[in-house]
């Protein structure tokens, strides 16, 4: 994704306009402006020319932004901080103080003086023309300092794309037009001495409400540039993580040279205290390193020669040397910047309903302003009355409130997760998360460690644990298999001191292993393998079926045609792997596990982890198939971390890979979890939901305000209930109303993603009918109840049948599953009581 900054938007009409006219160069395939964060991302083959000439076509300007080939060969992370630095808050800050400056004295002299006969000048008393001059040139001063104003909705109405700007300017230039013009005729009714139209003239200026609508919008902005530039302060965070100088091994001196310069291969050095500068691994020393800056887990982790370090994060303890593995834009800590980065400039779904509400709304507004002063004025109401009303239509309204309900939510909302570990790619996966029915579980390195660890050790009669482990180390040691790899770890663990070498050394695929020790012949491997070279008693094999059948792969092995024991060996469950599973549960999602090993493994393992349904023996494009099956029961989610799991996590509606994973499953994913913990997924679905109901509470506000404001604006309730709106509120209200939906949004970072006390089930009946799993089996021959309780009898005797609702009025058998089962058995369930079964659907 290509990424722009965009200058010149002030409203979701803007954003709405860009989109529009870029959208239209040939060779964009995809384009989302964020009015947030200024931002455009654009996808296709479009040429950067040609998309800044279109914006600047529209009216605003563009500048590719410094995340391409620039920052890359300089090593810098893919996303620029400098987009996100507050550069419109000063500038806002020097308007502001200026427009009070100017507004202090206008105020004091149109309604100090006029309304509460506060002193002034002697020159002045009575001067009433000398006060209009005076309130004539302070409203200019005012409106020159806020010029930016009128500049761009002048400019957005020539271009046909009238934004918020163009109702301001409006606005607070028909209040100084229509002031002026009472000014000129006041000084034609003092030339004839007509004091009494003086007098009804001062009553005709709006000077001050001129200035003090651009005074209060400019409060307003300000307001809500301090605010979105909070929404971006996880993002920020990131990007001041990065550190700026490393030290490098050259000609076997240490030198200190600037992050940019770092290249692949290059051997750096970290001293306790300080942040690791590039991605590496270990190759001399050993540490603790805390990693929260990437993944949030506060306990710091212990590295030594072979482990892999990442930028950003703290060498808390001793003294490592590493070589640079990944630099510059590759770095872990560059793609989580970049993947929060393009998560904010993408938009979504929902926002396109204000985009759409946001493209006819200024138009719309103007016209109803229109109305409402020749309506007013064909009422009978005075010139002053009328143009009151129509002002306080024009700055009562605000698409702003509409264009940032969404962005500013996502923003927060990915923000939060970002910095629990939680990255969303897209402002669409942050939002549809939330939404999943059904979530598919890989097993191993998923719901599993995978990593298989010895479970249990069982001795022979007359040997110790220690022995057998001792013995089985020795055998295991020149052995490549992975299950090897456990009975050598679990050696380590217990300090197993190294035996005789072992010789003759023999692996029989499939089988075992032998060799000789000494005088001693050791051989190990599965059941049929032993039981050829030692006998093995009914005890032992009770106790290794108990092992298979929870999951468990026992090893047995022997001495001399003697058993010595068995060791158990299995990949077991992540310690967080149950609770999440009861977790999703309760929020009302149902838990599928998939996975490529044998029924009776998968089921041990499924019924730890507690899920709902398990699918075994699934190769990786089976995989693939199961997710389409279950999208047809509702929005599916998929969990993995392997290369196998890739074809499923695309197929998905959300696709969510497990950070320690491969880069294939984490590229095909659409959410990425940093900690690797099973407990995230019922995390970012918790954060996805409230940031979704964030959106909907802003959109409600947004859309409230101005069914509520617009009318009393018009002055719709002044004949019923003498209620109208002075042009200077409805700035003010305009100004507050962005204000308090950014400050909504903020109220995210206060959420508690892993509080799963008030997770809620999702009980609609068009959710349950879309997860439960039913067929309508259309049957011949029923007669009577007798019949239908035969069939129903035979069906519910089903082990995958919950019901079976059978009419024989219809002819039907409607028939609730509680897991897959093949047609076929269904339509002999029948068919044994002499029905016939003609359709099943």
């Known amino acids: 994704m290509e990424q722009y900054t965009v200058t010149g938007m002030s409203c979701a009409a803007c954003s709405a306009r860009v989109e529009k006219a870029v959208a239209k160069v040939p060779g964009v395939t995809s384009c989302s402006v964020s009015l947030l964060t200024n931002s455009m991302g654009i996808e296709g083959t479009a040429a950067p020319s040609d998309v800044i000439a279109a914006v600047e076509e529209a009216g605003y300007g563009a500048a590719q932004k410094s995340a391409g080939a620039d920052s890359r060969a300089a090593g810098k992370p893919a996303a620029d901080s400098e987009f996100l630095k507050d550069k419109e808050t000063p500038l806002l800050k020097k308007r502001l103080t200026a427009s009070l400056c100017l507004l202090i004295p206008l105020m004091y002299v149109s309604m100090g003086h006029m309304m509460w006969n506060w002193p002034v000048p002697v020159w002045l008393e009575g001067n ?23 500049i761009s909705g002048f400019r957005s109405l020539w271009h046909r794309a009238p934004n918020m700007d163009t109702l301001v300017a409006l606005g607070a230039g028909a209040a100084y037009g229509y002031s002026t013009y009472a000014l000129f005729a006041m000084t034609d009714a003092q030339m004839h001495n007509d004091m009494a139209g003086v007098m009804t003239y001062m009553h005709e200026f709006y000077f001050e409400s001129a200035a003090m609508i651009l005074t209060l919008i400019t409060v307003g902005k300000m307001l809500e540039a301090r605010s979105k530039g909070r929404t971006t302060d996880a993002l920020k965070g990131l990007m001041k993580l990065a550190p700026k100088t490393a030290t490098i091994m050259r000609n076997g001196a240490e030198t200190e040279v600037s992050i940019e310069q770092v290249r692949k291969g290059d051997i750096f050095v970290v001293r306790p205290g300080e942040n690791i500068p590039v991605d590496g691994i270990v190759i001399e020393g050993s540490s603790a390193v805390n990693e929260s800056a990437l993944t949030g887990e506060s306990i710091p982790v212990d590295k030594t020669a072979g482990d892999t370090v990442s930028a950003a994060t703290l060498n808390h303890s001793g003294f490592i040397k590493c070589q640079a593995s990944r630099v510059g834009e590759d770095t872990t800590l560059s793609q989580i910047i970049q993947m929060v980065s393009d998560a904010a400039a993408t938009k979504a779904p929902i926002a396109k309903v204000a985009d759409k509400v946001s493209g006819i709304f200024v138009p719309a507004v103007i016209g109803i302003a229109a109305v409402t002063i020749i309506v007013w004025l064909l009422a009978g109401q005075s010139i002053g009355f009328a143009l009151a009303r129509g002002i306080s239509v024009l700055v009562i309204s605000c698409p702003c409130a509409l264009g940032l309900a969404t962005p500013v939510a996502i923003m927060v909302g990915n923000g939060m997760g970002a910095k629990h570990g939680i990255m969303f790619k897209t402002a669409v996966s942050l939002e549809e998360a939330g939404k999943m029915q059904i979530v598919a579980l890989d097993k191993t390195g998923t719901i599993t460690s995978g990593e298989p660890r010895v479970t249990d050790i069982i001795p022979a009669e007359g040997i110790s644990e220690e022995e057998l482990l001792a013995m089985a180390y020795a055998l295991e040691k020149k052995s490549e298999h992975p299950l090897a790899h456990a009975v050598l770890k679990k050696a380590g663990e217990n300090e197993i001191a190294d035996l005789e070498e072992v010789s003759d050394f023999k692996a029989v695929p499939g089988n075992g292993l032998s060799g000789r020790m000494g005088e001693d012949i050791l051989t190990g491997g599965n059941l049929k393998f032993i039981s050829e070279n030692a006998e093995v008693s009914d005890e032992i094999r009770r106790s290794a079926e108990q092992l298979a059948e929870s999951g468990k792969t026992p090893l047995f092995f022997s001495r001399n045609g003697k058993l010595a024991g068995v060791i158990a060996v299995a990949d077991v469950i992540k310690e967080d792997s149950p609770r999440a599973v009861k977790e999703l549960q309760n929020m009302g999602i149902r838990v599928v596990m998939l996975t490529g090993d044998n029924e009776r493994t998968a089921k041990a393992i499924g019924q730890q982890a507690g899920v709902d349904e398990v699918i075994a023996g699934v190769l990786p494009e089976g995989k693939e198939s199961v997710i389409r099956t279950l999208r047809k029961k ?22 969510i890979a497990i950070g320690a994973g491969t880069d294939i499953a ?41 069914v509520i404001g617009i009318p009393l604006a018009a002055g719709v309730w002044y004949s019923l209930l003498g209620w109208k709106l002075n042009p200077m509120f409805g700035a003010a209200a305009m100004s507050l109303s962005s204000f308090c939906v950014v400050t909504n949004a903020l109220r995210l970072n206060l959420f508690k993603m892993y509080d799963a006390g008030k997770d809620k089930k999702i009980k609609t009946r068009k959710n349950q009918e879309e997860l439960t799993m039913e067929k309508t089996m259309k049957i011949e021959g029923m007669m009577c109840g007798h ?31 509680n897991a897959e089962i093949a047609d076929d058995l269904l339509k002999k369930a029948v068919e044994d009581q002499d029905y016939k079964v003609l359709e099943i659907q």
């Not at 129903?792 to 049948?801: D, N, Q, R």
């Open 634 to 655: 509702g929005k599916v989610a998929m969990v993995g971390d392997g290369i196998n799991d890739a074809p499923a996590l695309t197929r998905a509606d959300i696709g």
């Open 128 to 150: 009433h023309v000398a006060m209009g001059l005076i309130q004539l040139l302070l409203t200019t001063a005012v409106m020159v300092v806020n010029q930016k104003f009128f």
């Open 666 to 706: 984490i590229d095909a994913a659409d959410v990425v979890l940093m900690k690797s913990r099973l407990s995230d997924v019922p995390a970012a679905i918790r954060l996805s939901r409230a940031t979704l109901r964030n959106i909907h509470e802003n959109l409600f506000w947004a859309f409230f305000y101005n």
């Open 787 to 817: 019949c239908e309780a035969r069939v129903k009898k035979s069906l519910e005797a089903l082990a995958e049948v919950d019901e079976a609702a059978v009419s024989h009025e219809a002819g039907t058998a409607v028939v609730t599953l």
